[in-house]
Nanobody, 114 residues
Framework: VQLQASGGGLVQSGGSLRLSCAAS????????MGWYRQVPGIERELIAS???????NYADSVKGRFTISTNSNGNTMYLQMNSLKPEDTAVYYC?????????WGQGTQVTVSS
C-alpha cells in the first residue's frame, strides 16, 4: 500500500488547510490510521488518529482545532486544520497508528506565518 499526503502550503495564523492522504487500497477500512507531523530536530509525533470503526483521538496541541476523517471508500483520509498557529508549522505525514508502519512518503509541508 502506498500513501501520499498532500494539501499543505503557506497560510497565515488563524487560517485553515485541509490535508489529504490517498492510499492505493482501502487501508483506512482495515487499519487504525493517523496523521503525524515533524519539525527538524524533533521526533515525529502523532497528532490525530482514527480507528477503522471511526473512533477519533487527538493530541492536546490540536484538539478542538483539527478534525480527522476518512471517505466512504476507505481510500482517502483527511485532516481539516482550523485556527492554525505558527507552532503548527511542520511536515505532515499519514501512516498507520501502530506498527507495522507503511512507507512514510514525502509528507506535505505546512507553514503558518505569524
Amino acid at each position: 500500500v502506498q500513501l501520499q499526503a498532500s494539501g499543505g502550503g503557506l497560510v497565515q495564523s488563524g487560517g485553515s488547510l485541509r490535508l489529504s492522504c490517498a492510499a492505493s487500497g482501502n487501508i483506512f477500512k482495515i487499519r487504525d490510521m493517523g496523521w503525524y507531523r515533524q519539525v527538524p530536530g524533533i521526533e515525529r509525533e502523532l497528532i490525530a488518529s482514527i480507528t477503522n470503526g471511526g473512533w477519533r483521538n487527538y493530541a492536546d496541541s490540536v484538539k478542538g482545532r483539527f478534525t480527522i476523517s476518512t471517505n466512504s471508500n476507505g481510500n482517502t483520509m483527511y485532516l481539516q486544520m482550523n485556527s492554525l498557529k505558527p507552532e503548527d508549522t511542520a511536515v505532515y505525514y499519514c501512516n498507520t497508528e501502530r506498527d507495522p508502519k507503511l512507507n512514510w512518503g514525502q509528507g506535505t509541508q505546512v507553514t503558518v506565518s505569524s
